[in-house]
């Protein structure tokens, strides 16, 4: 059993670097590990302590070397380009749909057209260069089919950037001033548009005025590009329980307790062409890159917002990526640079460096003098002239902008590198990594991971002057891998997968179901423990996370989610063999040291009343209450009366098949409301398991998330 559950803790840490598919880099990975041998990579590869070590071993050393060089030799860009015959061919059908009533079949071919188009200027040989215009222009026809005019008004704005003949101008014109009239005339009316700037709104309003469900906005948050953290909890660190969130006051059902945005994410490739690359929108009006059709975006502000940052590298290597069979985690590690750049990157890695006292990217005394040269080196390229002249034309341009009374939150969240001078927070990177736990074997593949990373890196001009393939990496090139190889590490334990709820055909919550879209890093809420019985739930409003309470929590108590076993539906043998493979800890909380029952063996007998002395901690079965009829407590050693306990417990129950029946009427709020209220009292007086109980918290969690980001399809709302 042992070598079993050994086996799945590897099984389970490859794919966190791989995927089940073939590819590249499955290829590459086997075949340096065959190369390089047992004994090479327990003995020499495995004496390695640090990272950039590791990373140099990699292209230096003898034994692996030639291969590895070889292999990423090979490494090109590889993207699905633009078409201009092909977007040609999509606008054509498209009409043909359309005139025969067909709306949303031709919108989906006119998307398909703008997404393929190339610009203007890279191709004159179909429609005279002017297929992106044109497939704009038709898809905004097929918009003001649909009477959705807040679509068609973009796509005619964007139709007008480029240089129109003057009857296709003159048209242009014409139907812009048909929206926009009946925009102005159906104002207060128009539901509004779902985009990523809406998504904000919804997620500011979200924290300042919440009102469903009896929960406080978020008191004393700390407000740093819609991050927000509420006075509720703080992070605490033990030597037992490491970083954790614990509660300092008094939290209710319903409560919010922390809305974040992703440090970095990335969908699944198969959500490409439906969800937003930025903010993970459903996509209704897609925009696509200027260079490739690999990606779409929701809006403009999300295309430039990726265009200045992370795809304007990505760009030309993201079908080599998809294809080389990674991971998931692995892109996101891979974003984690290219969002910041070469000089974050650098100063992250010398912050991390000096942080000492956090051992982050620890050193052996045998490469201290090499690092003592690296950081030196690093320095010198931060306070280059070129580097000093473009913080004097930073700050000039801050300094104009400081009587500014608003700022567009979107593009201060894209604008990173503008503020590359000021400190950077190194704290994500300081998330638990296990690096003390791992095989040289798991080192082994990470590392050749970073090092086909950084190869992608040096083909996309995120170096000024990249090293030639047949020299060593250069000292930059050798912390941004060190770097890749820290993030393939903490990711594989910190990492949160996003979802949209898909709603069912006929009902709002029978037939929903999560829709997992992709993964991202959520540091603050990285830091929450697991708990079988989890004290919170979590849904996503864009590609922010929201954290709510389902049940009351007292000040000191751990505040824990779950991280994938639940006790009602798997027993205590399967939940810890899954963590222990996963994440690598065996949990201790309380379903599991009392190995609570699954739905299949619950009740409501098994719940237990607290004592009603103040300060009392201690718990009692129901059944030891007689009518009439006092009791002694063990813990404060008086006689106690839990009839009015009972009473309370017997209100819950009945409160809890009141919300539910709201819920089966698809009155959220009311539903909302009344179960919060019933959680609320039941945790006041009572301790569970207690199956009905267990329900309301399922069914709140499951109103609450109706609030996020859900999906009726089409097929649904039309037979619905």
Not at 298 to 316: F, G, L, N, V
Not at 362 to 368: D, E, G, N, R, W
Not at 407 to 423: L, M, N
Not at 472 to 492: F, H, M, S
Request: positive net charge.
């Amino acid at each position: 059993m042992q070598d079993h559950d050994e086996f799945y803790r590897i099984l389970c840490s490859s794919e966190t670097v791989r995927s089940g598919k073939k590819g590249f880099f499955h290829d590459f990975s086997d075949f340096v590990t065959h190369t390089a041998g047992d004994t090479w990579t327990s003995k020499i590869f495995g004496r390695i302590d640090d990272d950039v070590g590791r990373a140099r071993a990699i292209f230096t050393d003898a034994k692996v070397r030639d291969v590895v060089v070889d292999a990423l030799g090979k490494v090109q860009p590889l993207f699905r380009d633009k078409d201009a015959e092909i977007s040609r061919r999509r606008r054509l059908e498209g009409y043909q749909l359309a005139a025969v009533g067909q709306y949303e079949k031709a919108l989906l071919l006119l998307s398909q057209a703008v997404l393929r188009a190339p610009r203007p200027d890279k191709s004159k040989t179909v429609d005279q260069g002017l297929t992106l215009p044109l497939a704009l222009l038709g898809r905004a026809e097929i918009f003001m089919a649909l009477k959705e005019y807040h679509f068609a008004l973009e796509d005619l704005r964007l139709a007008a950037e480029h240089d129109l003949p003057d009857k296709s101008m003159q048209e242009l014109r014409r139907k812009r001033e048909e929206c926009e009239r009946f925009l102005k005339g159906n104002e207060s009316s128009l539901v509004p548009v779902n985009s990523a700037s809406n998504n904000i709104n919804k997620v500011a309003q979200l924290i300042s005025n919440n009102q469903k469900g009896g929960g406080v906005p978020l008191n004393g948050a700390v407000n740093s590009e819609l991050r927000w953290l509420s006075n509720a909890l703080e992070i605490r660190e033990t030597t037992t329980a490491g970083k954790h969130a614990v509660a300092t006051m008094e939290i209710h059902p319903g409560d919010i307790l922390i809305v974040e945005p992703p440090l970095a994410g990335c969908l699944l490739p198969e959500f490409y062409g439906t969800h937003c690359q930025h903010c993970y929108a459903r996509l209704r009006a897609p925009i696509g890159c200027p260079n490739c059709s690999c990606v779409a975006f929701c809006s403009r502000d999300c295309r430039d917002i990726a265009m200045a940052t992370y795809h304007k590298y990505e760009c030309k290597v993201l079908g080599l990526l998809i294809g080389s069979g990674m991971s998931v985690l692995s892109m996101v590690a891979f974003r984690m640079v290219t969002q910041e750049g070469l000089r974050k990157c650098l100063k992250i890695y010398e912050e991390l460096n000096r942080s000492s006292e956090k051992a982050a990217m620890p050193l052996a005394a045998s490469t201290t003098s090499t690092m003592t040269t690296m950081t030196s080196d690093v320095k010198s390229s931060a306070n280059s002239s070129r580097s000093a002249k473009r913080r004097v034309r930073r700050k000039k341009l801050k300094d104009s902008r400081r009587g500014e009374e608003t700022v567009d939150v979107q593009k201060e969240e894209g604008a990173k590198e503008s503020r590359d001078d000021e400190t950077v927070d190194v704290t994500p990177y300081n998330l638990v990594t296990h690096a003390d736990r791992r095989t040289s074997k798991d080192f082994l593949e990470r590392s050749l991971m970073a090092a086909f990373l950084l190869r992608c890196l040096q083909r996309i001009g995120f170096f000024a002057q990249p090293t030639p393939d047949n020299e060593i990496p250069g000292t930059e090139e050798i912390i941004v891998a060190a770097l890749l190889l820290r993030n393939l590490q903490l990711l594989q334990f910190n990492a949160h997968e996003f979802f949209e709820t898909r709603l069912g055909a006929e009902h709002q919550f029978h037939g929903s179901r999560p829709v997992y879209l992709g993964v991202a890093i959520y540091p603050t809420v990285a830091r929450f423990n697991h708990d079988c019985y989890p004290a919170v739930t979590r849904y996503f409003v864009g590609r922010h996370i929201v954290i709510r309470a389902v049940r009351g929590l007292r000040p000191d108590d751990v505040i824990a989610e779950n991280y994938g076993p639940i006790f009602t539906k798997r027993t205590l043998a399967e939940r810890q063999r899954t963590l222990a493979g996963r994440y690598w800890f065996r949990c201790t909380c309380r379903a599991c040291r009392e190995d609570w029952p699954r739905f299949e063996n619950l009740t409501n007998d098994s719940v237990r009343l607290r004592c009603p002395t103040a300060g009392c901690s201690r718990l009692h079965s129901r059944a030891q209450q007689r009518p009439g009829k006092l009791i002694k407590c063990l813990g404060c050693q008086k006689k106690i009366c839990l009839e009015d306990r009972l009473a309370c417990l017997r209100e819950c129950e009945a409160l809890y098949e009141r919300g539910l029946a709201s819920m089966q009427d698809e009155r959220v709020d009311e539903a909302i409301g009344t179960l919060c209220d019933a959680l609320k009292r039941f945790h006041q007086v009572a301790y569970p398991p207690h199956r009905d109980t267990h329900l309301a918290e399922i069914a709140l969690s499951s109103c609450l998330a109706d609030y996020g980001n859900t999906w009726r399809p089409a097929a649904a709302l039309r037979s619905a």
